[in-house]
């Protein structure tokens, strides 16, 4: 069970209890401010009986206990425990019994103070000692300290056990409460950018006749407002953490992906994270002036670990020109145009005069997936110069001319089923065979204007052999898109890269699909995130085992997937306006709607999503016919 609003993090199992075991524990900004909160009333340990999620940012657990020596199975008392992850608990006693009850509350506290690097490698040190503090207790260590306050004050604090305890009475039928509140000492209020009045995602809904995407788009967005964080140096600009536990600080590409995945939820997140994101590019002179730096990430069995630098470079003139198609503002659109030249500035040089971007090291791989966000890079990258009166996009359509024309060519490997893209070309030109999820990035082709999607890499007959692919039964596990198919060499439900569904990967795969008018396969596709969906409580791991979905089945949680996480919540906001073939053209002043004809989802209504600036309402009926309910004034319908 976890609760987050960063910097704030709680960690607990369903039970309810801080044991201090593994990564139980109250966070803040990465260190753990108090690893054990064990509750017992009347010397009893309350027996657990349900725990949920309320919101984003806060759990309620329910136990149950009997005070007197009736006899009977009913309890006579149940306890309710409201966890927030800006480090407050609050603890109801209520009371089933028609007589005053004299209850003893008991709260044993401690903490290691530790880092969560450290308590992730095993490597977190002993509780430390504490100390009575105001109506509290105190820790401290060279790494910082932290501090409890209990509201009642406690009637006694044990700081050699750690123990705050209250002589408690509960009128019949009534209740009370003790609220406890964990800090590091000097730390006020947490301050979470998803809370504030300015945050920069919309507050849209869903309802239709599938509940399920109303309770979809709704989780999909809390989480992302918990997993803001603001720009150190410029507080205004806020962007996404990558995943909670593991990763809760930036990942560039990762941030970008979920940036231009909520769009249709306000441009105000793209801005802060390209902001964000252009104050760390390489500058020159060097082979990497340009670059969006990132770190490398493992990429299955069959490929070398890939550089994400070169994905968040290619990521970034993207978000700027779909972003402002989607409205973002003139203004800011010239401010970060400078930085998207470097970032196409340095395609083209690294690319040089050959037609492929290798991987960059001497004798790089030629990825399939690079050469798909390199060619979207350069045509709406293009498409930007132009708009903004820059030179150089005619250098870059001539470049993405070409590299269509080869990769065509070089990068379809012919077989008797129809044929399919190889993953990546060795150095020495040999084809890489294996059958993948990154192929999706093939269908992503990038919005243009008036609404038109960007050519792709591939010709119509190739087109349609991908799609097959992708919805036979070797890549789709019924629960979403397998990362490696299930007949590949090194095939494992659980593999990162390997076989695990990715939500990433299946929401592109649902989108392009979509797009490409393969509706069908994207059918699918969709109705199995969202079974899987409905079986995580609606929040989305970033994976899952890619076990073959049966009758009576769920899908299994992979054991170090970051949930909640920036990009499978951002594609819970793609998969669902998906429905609705939302195509922005800001600039131009128009909007053209490419609804899902086979309405998978039976008739479905948007409202308050963002397009140029102002709420957007949108609904699509049985028929998969689209009508625009609200819009921006003078927004014209295209066609």
């Known amino acids: 069970m976890i609760c987050v609003a960063l910097p704030g993090l709680a960690i607990s199992t369903e039970g309810g209890q801080l044991t201090g075991r593994g990564l139980e524990g109250f966070y803040r900004a990465g260190r753990r401010v108090l690893s054990r909160c064990e509750v017992r009333v009347a010397g009893q340990e309350p027996l657990p009986v349900q725990a949920r999620l309320a919101a984003a940012d806060r759990a309620r657990f329910v136990g149950t206990l009997r005070t007197t020596a009736q006899t009977g199975p009913d309890p006579d008392v149940f306890v309710e425990r409201t966890r927030f992850a800006d480090g407050t608990e609050r603890i109801t006693l209520?009371?089933?019994?028609?007589?005053?009850l004299p209850v003893p509350v008991e709260v044993t506290l401690g903490t290691d103070l530790a880092d969560l690097r450290a308590i992730a490698?095993?490597?977190?040190?002993?509780?430390?000692?504490?100390?009575?503090?105001?109506?509290?207790?105190?820790?401290?260590?060279?790494?910082?300290?932290?501090?409890?306050?209990?509201?009642?004050?406690?009637a006694d604090a044990l700081a050699s056990t750690g123990l705050l305890r209250w002589e408690l009475v509960l009128p019949a039928g009534g209740s009370t409460s003790v609220e406890l509140r964990v800090r590091p000492d000097g730390a006020g209020p947490l301050r979470t950018a998803g809370r504030a009045a300015t945050s920069p995602l919309a507050a849209a809904r869903a309802e239709g006749d599938d509940p399920r995407a109303a309770t979809l788009l709704r989780t999909s967005i809390e989480d992302l407002q918990a997993l803001l964080l603001r720009d150190a140096a410029h507080p205004a600009d806020l962007h996404l953490a990558a995943g909670v536990p593991w990763r809760c600080g930036p990942a560039p590409a990762d941030a970008l992906v979920a940036a231009r995945m909520a769009l249709p939820l306000g441009t105000g997140l793209a801005g802060g994270t390209l902001r964000a994101l252009a104050r760390t590019q390489l500058a020159g002179p060097g082979s990497q002036a340009g670059m969006i730096p990132g770190l490398r990430r493992d990429a299955g069995p069959h490929l070398p670990p890939h550089c994400t630098g070169t994905e968040a470079t290619l990521l970034f003139p993207v978000l700027l020109a779909e972003a402002r198609r989607w409205g973002l503002p003139e203004q800011e659109t010239g401010e970060l145009l400078p930085t998207a030249e470097r970032c196409l500035n340095w395609l083209r040089r690294s690319a040089g005069d050959a037609v492929y971007l290798r991987d960059?090291?001497?004798?790089?791989?030629?990825?399939?997936?690079?050469?798909?966000?390199?060619?979207?890079a350069a045509l709406l990258g293009a498409d930007l110069l132009d708009a903004c009166g820059r030179t150089g996009a005619e250098e870059l359509r001539q470049w993405a001319q070409a590299l269509r024309t080869a990769f065509r060519r070089d990068f379809w490997i012919d077989d008797r089923a129809g044929g399919r893209p190889a993953a990546a070309r060795t150095p020495d030109g040999r084809p890489v065979p294996c059958l993948g999820a990154s192929t999706v990035h093939l269908l992503d082709t990038g919005l243009l204007g008036r609404g038109e999607p960007a050519p792709g890499l591939l010709d119509k007959v190739q087109t349609e052999n991908l799609a097959r692919l992708l919805g036979s039964p070797a890549m789709d596990s019924g629960w979403g898109l397998r990362g490696l198919g299930v007949k590949e060499p090194g095939y494992n439900p659980f593999g990162h890269r390997a076989g695990a569904v990715r939500v990433q990967e299946t929401a592109l795969a649902v989108a392009g699909l979509a797009a490409a008018a393969y509706e069908k396969e994207a059918d699918a596709l969709l109705h199995g995130v969202l079974a899987a969906a409905e079986t995580f409580a609606y929040r989305l791991p970033e994976m899952y085992a890619g076990e073959q979905r049966m009758q009576g089945s769920t899908p299994l949680p992979h054991p170090a997937a970051c949930r909640p996480a920036a990009i499978p919540a951002a594609a819970g906001v793609l998969l669902l306006t998906t429905l609705a073939g939302i195509r922005p053209d800001a600039p131009a002043g128009t909007v053209t709607l490419r609804p899902m004809r086979s309405a998978p989802l039976g008739e479905i209504g948007f409202t308050g999503l963002r397009v140029a600036g102002a709420p957007f309402s949108v609904r699509v009926s049985r028929l998969g016919l689209a009508m625009v309910e609200e819009a921006a004034d003078g927004l014209q319908l295209g066609v």
Do not use: D, F, I, K
Request: glycine fraction near 12%.
């Open 121 to 154: 490698s095993g490597e977190a040190g002993p509780e430390l000692p504490a100390s009575v503090h105001g109506s509290g207790l105190r820790w401290s260590c060279a790494a910082g300290n932290a501090t409890v306050t209990a509201e009642p004050p406690p």
């Open 94 to 100: 209520h009371s089933a019994s028609s007589r005053p």
């Open 360 to 376: 960059p090291y001497p004798g790089g791989l030629v990825r399939c997936e690079t050469q798909a966000h390199a060619h979207r």
